[in-house]
């Protein structure tokens, strides 16, 4: 890259967790004003989530380039397909154009966008980076159940599900709310963790949040029971005192 060449600025939005309405002002101004938009899709399809959410605000005339993530648990595969697309959105980068990756929720939280992030800041450290938070689901889904996530002094954990509820059972101290995100595959054993933690009793699984086909179970065991849908968390709370 030449040396005075002036480079594009990449954008990381974060589209929220369903409803177009909680994309942030800042994300919709900078959407209707990049040169290209970039979203992350299965190495199966084109389709993107992200884009559908936030399609209203990009102008029909702004290009927007799908880059195919595999969705495999093989590592250097995975690594591969960062590296890959991040050489990719740095070729555009370099030619001066302004860019938004888009991803779910919010840009820093279980986020394919944090990995393009770190590669491109290896891989082109020269390049400007400015990235726009997004609402998370379970900040969405504890607005709809009104339900606080937090209160007073106490601690709110916050982790995957994918691999069911070790991550809660190797806590040593308990804190008084839990979110399990991406808790589709493995909610039998999240059930157990919660009950042999004292936390299934105040605990409520939701699954498409704001979305028409959102459902709400009151006893996550339920969830066992239905089809995996990958929009799924859980939010458990410690039984409040008397």
């Known amino acids: 890259m030449e040396k005075d060449k002036k480079t594009g600025t990449l954008f990381g939005i974060g589209t929220g967790p369903g409803d177009p309405d909680l994309i942030p002002i800042k994300s919709a101004k900078i959407l209707s004003s990049v040169d290209i938009i970039f979203a992350a899709s299965s190495s199966k399809n084109d389709y993107s989530m992200a884009v559908n959410i ?69 891989m082109a450290p020269d390049i400007a980076i400015e990235t726009i938070p997004g609402i998370t689901s379970y900040q969405a889904a504890a607005a ?35 979110v399990f995100l991406k808790a589709y595959r493995n909610v039998a054993d999240i059930s157990l963790a919660l009950d042999e933690t004292g ?18 179970y009151t006893d996550v065991r339920d969830l066992a029971k239905k089809p995996p849908g990958y929009w799924t968390l859980i939010i458990a709370k410690k039984k409040p005192q008397v």
Request: glycine fraction near 8%; proline fraction near 5%.
């Open 144 to 178: 709809r159940l009104n339900t606080p996530l937090v209160e007073g002094e106490e601690a709110l954990l916050i982790t995957s599900g994918v691999t069911g509820g070790d991550r809660l059972r190797g806590n040593s101290v308990l804190p008084e709310n839990v």
């Open 199 to 216: 936390l299934l009793e105040n605990s409520v699984g939701i699954s498409n949040c704001g979305k028409k086909d959102e459902q709400i």
């Open 54 to 122: 936030a399609s209203e605000h990009i102008p029909e005339s702004t290009p927007v380039k799908f880059l195919p993530f595999p969705m495999t648990t093989e590592k250097e595969e995975t690594r591969k397909a960062w590296r890959e697309n991040s050489r990719i959105i740095i070729e555009y980068l370099e030619q001066g154009k302004n860019a938004a990756f888009l991803t779910l929720g919010d840009t820093m939280t279980y986020s394919t966008y944090g990995y393009i992030v770190r590669n491109i800041s290896e």
